[in-house]
């Protein structure tokens, strides 16, 4: 099933389980049980807490902000433009630095969401 849209379309609304994040929905496992799409808004200061996915391999692309990342066992920094891919069960986090909330693009396959 065919999908085309526009990223400044997709309605952000408040995450389920985290403060200070909203959460966008693309694509979800309704639609295509195989991939999830997301779009992560996360504010100056916030901080995803270190987690793992059991199934889903977790793929992101920074849209806009800078931060850090908790993938192989330490914080490394992340800007616009990275892409980070985190395999299942291995422990990942995110914390936004810096005045500018962190946009993300996320793929989780199989659908996370």
Request: glycine share 8%.
């Given at each position: 099933?065919?999908l085309?849209?526009?990223?400044?379309?997709?309605?952000?609304k408040?995450?389920p389980?985290?403060?200070g994040?909203k959460?966008?929905?693309?694509?979800?496992?309704?639609?295509?049980p195989?991939?999830?799409?997301?779009?992560?808004?996360?504010?100056?200061g916030?901080e995803?807490?270190?987690?793992?996915h059991?199934r889903?391999?977790?793929?992101?692309?920074?849209?806009?902000?800078?931060?850090?990342?908790?993938i192989?066992n330490?914080?490394?920094?992340?800007?616009?433009?990275?892409?980070?891919?985190?395999g299942?069960?291995?422990v990942?986090?995110?914390?936004?630095?810096?005045n500018?909330?962190?946009?993300?693009?996320?793929?989780?396959a199989?659908a996370?969401?």
């Amino acid at each position: 099933m065919a999908l085309k849209i526009n990223l400044n379309e997709v309605e952000m609304k408040p995450h389920p389980k985290f403060e200070g994040v909203k959460i966008g929905f693309i694509t979800t496992k309704e639609r295509h049980p195989e991939l999830s799409i997301i779009v992560l808004e996360i504010s100056p200061g916030v901080e995803v807490p270190t987690h793992t996915h059991e199934r889903e391999i977790d793929s992101i692309l920074t849209l806009e902000g800078e931060g850090e990342v908790f993938i192989d066992n330490n914080w490394q920094p992340f800007k616009k433009g990275d892409v980070i891919v985190i395999g299942t069960k291995e422990v990942h986090g995110v914390r936004v630095k810096g005045n500018s909330p962190a946009k993300c693009y996320i793929v989780h396959a199989p659908a996370l969401w």
